[in-house]
C-alpha cells in the first residue's frame, strides 16, 4: 500500500512531550507502543495512528512502522525518546535510509564499556573500568590497582537500578553473593564529587549545549533533586561543557538531543560519567524550557531535518528546580497539608495512595512524587521547594492501613 502521503514522523514509545514537540513543528504523528506504555489521553488525541510492538525487538518494533507506512506512507523520520526505543529507531531508520545517528552510536551510549573504549582516545575523557558478568568481575577485581573505593551498576542500565557503591573487601564480598549472575555489570572508580548532566542537541556534528544541571543524589545514588541552570562559575560551566563537547565528539553524535552525566571529581575535575542520545528523564527537559524557552524535543527533531533554527545561546530568564519527595518506607495512611501563602510551584505530583506501600528508595523508580518550581535565581526556587515540601506531611507507618 502507498498509504496517504501525509507529513508524519514516527514516534517509537509513548512521549508527551514528543507528541507535543512533533505537533508544534506541523507534523503528524505515528505511534509505536511499546510494553509497559500507558497512552494518556494526550497522546490518544494528538496521534494520528497508533500501532502496538508486543517486545522490544527491532523486528517486532519494524512490523509495527510498517503498519504505520502502509496506512500514512513514508515518514520524514523515525525517532524515539526512550532509552528502549532508541536503538530499534537508529536501526530502522538507517535500514530505510532515513536521517539518524548510527546504531553504533547508539550502542556506544548504551553500552557503557563501549563508551569507555571510544573515550580512551581521548585522555581528558579517559577512565580504567573492569566490565563482565559477576564471575567475570570476581576474578579481575582485586589484579587492577586503581580499585579502592569503586562503583558496580548494570553495563545497560538506566534509573539509578542497581547501583553499588564499594569502599570496603566486605561490600564487595557481598555483592558477589548477591549480583544476579547473569547480569553484565561494568566497575569504576567512585569518583568525589558534585554530579552534574549536560542537556544539549547535536546539528550535522555541531554540539549545542542548552544549559547545565545541578542534580542532588541520596547515599544509593538516586537522584531527588534537580536545579537548572546549575549555580557554578563561567569557568566551571566552561571546563564541563568542554568535556562533553569532546565526549559526544568522539562517540561520532551527529544529530538529536542528549543528556550527558558529569562529575565534577576533586582530583580529576569534569569526568564524564555517560551519555544517553535522548533528553534526560525526571522532568529535566520541562526545567530547560522554563528557565531559556528552548524545547529540547523539537530541537532534537528538527535537527534530523533540514529545519535547523537559527542558533542563539539560551538566555536564562528563570530558574527551575524539582525536588523529590524522600519518605521512609512503609504504608501511607494519611497526608495533611499546610499551605504557605505566596508559594505557588509549577506542580505537585503525589503517585502514592492512601494505604499504598512505600518501598525504599532505591532507584529512580521507587520515588512517589515531587515539587516542581521555579524563581528568579536557583536560591529562591529551591526556598520555594523546600517551603512547599515542609507544608506536605506524609503520616506513614510500618504497618498496614487495612488488615
Known amino acids: 500500500m502507498g498509504g496517504i502521503g501525509m507529513q508524519w514522523i514516527a514516534l517509537i514509545g509513548a512521549s508527551e512531550q514528543g507528541i507535543r514537540a512533533i505537533r508544534t513543528l506541523g507534523y503528524a504523528c505515528g505511534l509505536v507502543t511499546l510494553p509497559g506504555n500507558t497512552l494518556s489521553a494526550e497522546l490518544v488525541e494528538n496521534t494520528q ?98 580499585i579502592g573505593s569503586s562503583l558496580i551498576k548494570p553495563l545497560e542500565g538506566f534509573g539509578s537500578q542497581q547501583i553499588h557503591p564499594i569502599t570496603s573487601s566486605d561490600q564487595f564480598d557481598q555483592w558477589s553473593q548477591e549480583a544476579p549472575p547473569d547480569t553484565a555489570w561494568i566497575v569504576e572508580p567512585l569518583l568525589d564529587g558534585p554530579e552534574y548532566s549536560v542537556e544539549a542537541v547535536t546539528h550535522q556534528g555541531s ?23 546549575a549555580p557554578i562559575t563561567p569557568s566551571q560551566q566552561a571546563a564541563i561543557e568542554g568535556v ?31 551519555t544517553h542520545t535522548r533528553p534526560g528523564g525526571d522532568h529535566i527537559p520541562e526545567l530547560v524550557q522554563l528557565a531559556s524557552g528552548y524545547d529540547q524535543y523539537a530541537l532534537a527533531i528538527a535537527s534530523c531535518l ?24 512503609g504504608y501511607l495512611h494519611g497526608l495533611l497539608s499546610h499551605p504557605s501563602a505566596g508559594e505557588k510551584p509549577v506542580r505537585v505530583q503525589i503517585d502514592v495512595m492512601i494505604g499504598e506501600r512505600i518501598r525504599p528508595l532505591q532507584d529512580s523508580f521507587s520515588r512517589v512524587g515531587y515539587v516542581l518550581c521555579t524563581g528568579t535565581t536557583v536560591a529562591q526556587a529551591q526556598h520555594v521547594s523546600q517551603t512547599l515540601t515542609d507544608s506536605l506531611h506524609f503520616d506513614v507507618k510500618e504497618l498496614p492501613l487495612w488488615p
Do not use: C
Open 207 to 229: 554540539h549545542y549545549i542548552l544549559g547545565v544541571t545541578a542534580k542532588q543524589v541520596n547515599s544509593h545514588f538516586v537522584e531527588v533533586g534537580h536545579a537548572f541552570p
Open 306 to 329: 533540514a529545519e535547523w533554527p537559527p542558533w542563539h545561546p539560551p538566555h536564562y530568564r528563570q530558574a527551575a528546580v524539582i525536588t523529590y519527595f524522600t519518605l521512609p518506607p
Open 49 to 146: 495512528i497508533i500501532a502496538p510492538s508486543v517486545d522490544h525487538t527491532v523486528e517486532s518494533i519494524h512490523a509495527a512502522v510498517k503498519a504505520l507506512i502502509d496506512v500514512l506512507g513514508s515518514p520524514r523520520a523515525i525517532v524515539s525518546f526512550t532509552e528502549l526505543g532508541l536503538w530499534p529507531a537508529a536501526a530502522i531508520s538507517f535500514a530505510r535510509h532515513l536521517p539518524t545517528n548510527t546504531p553504533a552510536v547508539i550502542a556506544a551510549t548504551r553500552n557503557k564499556a563501549q563508551m569507555r573504549e571510544q573515550l580512551r582516545r581521548n585522555k581528558r575523557l579517559a577512565l580504567p573500568y573492569l566490565a563482565g558478568t559477576r564471575r567475570a568481575i570476581v576474578a579481575q577485581y582485586g589484579q587492577r590497582a586503581w
Open 244 to 274: 562533553v563537547r569532546e565526549a559526544l565528539s568522539e562517540l561520532h553524535v551527529t544529530m538529536g538531543a542528549s543528556h550527558t552525566e558529569v562529575i565534577w571529581d576533586r582530583q580529576r575535575g569534569p569526568v564524564v560519567v555517560e
